[in-house]
T-cell receptor, first 114, second 114 residues
Framework: EAGVAQSPRYKIIEKRQSVAFWCNPI?????LYWYQQILGQGPKLLIQ????????DSQLPKDRFSAERLKGVDSTLKIQPAKLEDSAVYLC????????????FGPGTRLTVL | GEDVEQSLFLSVREGDSSVINCTYT??????LYWYKQEPGAGLQLLTY?????DMKQDQRLTVLLNKKDKHLSLRIADTQTGDSAIYFC??????????????FGTGTLLAVQP
């Protein structure tokens, strides 16, 4: 079974630029999550999708971050414009259903904002 | 409030047992998790325990939960150099609904000396 795929693996941009990350969850997984992991900290949930609907985006900075999962499969996370404090690893995870206990994580995208 | 704390660093010798500790504040937590993160990789679920259990054993891993003190520990028997990684404790709050948010600790870096 293929795992959660993410691209790109690394991205370096200058502040005020825009960036987008892509995630392909495990086939058949209805729930998709985006986490932000700042260096030296644990991951923090940004947004949770159930199929193509948003379940929880309470910690998403909506003035600059947006995410979509239009067909209920792949997802993109966008930052526009980026700030220095957005430098982090962005992790995508998926689970079979929202109530399922195991979340499977992708390798992450490491973003550096200069 | 939701807060999960861990010690930052643990060093052990190969073959010894490792004990990684975690404290949390949310008394309504339903499940508690241990994840492992190797350099440049995503998070791998090691084990989890339901909040009404005291102990769970899975091969070399033993999880102990003291719900009264809100204390969780992970014991790794016969620690190997391949166990060197960052270990994250996480809790799933019990406020129900469709949200499946995990609250992560800051992680404990386990260094195994040969």
């Amino acid at each position: 079974e293929a795992g959660v795929a993410q691209s790109p693996r690394y991205k370096i941009i200058e502040k005020r630029q825009s960036v987008a990350f892509w995630c392909n969850p495990i086939s058949g997984h209805a729930t998709l999550y985006w986490y932000q992991q700042i260096l030296g900290q644990g991951p923090k949930l940004l947004i949770q999708f159930q199929n193509n609907g948003v379940v929880d985006d309470s910690q998403l900075p909506k003035d600059r971050f947006s995410a979509e999962r239009l067909k209920g499969v792949d997802s993109t996370l966008k930052i526009q414009p980026a700030k220095l404090e957005d430098s982090a690893v962005y992790l995508c995870a998926s689970s079979l259903e929202a109530s399922y206990n195991e979340q499977f994580f992708g390798p992450g995208t490491r973003l550096t904002v200069l | 409030g939701e807060d999960v704390e861990q010690s930052l660093f643990l060093s052990v010798r190969e073959g010894d047992s490792s004990v990684i500790n975690c404290t949390y504040t949310d008394s309504s937590s339903t499940y508690l998790y241990w994840y492992k993160q190797e350099p440049g990789a995503g998070l791998q679920l090691l084990t989890y325990i339901f909040s009404n259990m005291d102990m769970k054993q899975d091969q070399r891993l033993t999880v102990l939960l003291n719900k009264k003190d809100k204390h969780l520990s992970l014991r790794i028997a016969d620690t190997q150099t391949g166990d060197s990684a960052i270990y994250f404790c996480a809790e799933k709050p019990g406020y129900g609904g469709a949200t499946n948010k995990l609250i992560f600790g800051t992680g404990t870096l386990l260094a195994v000396q040969p």
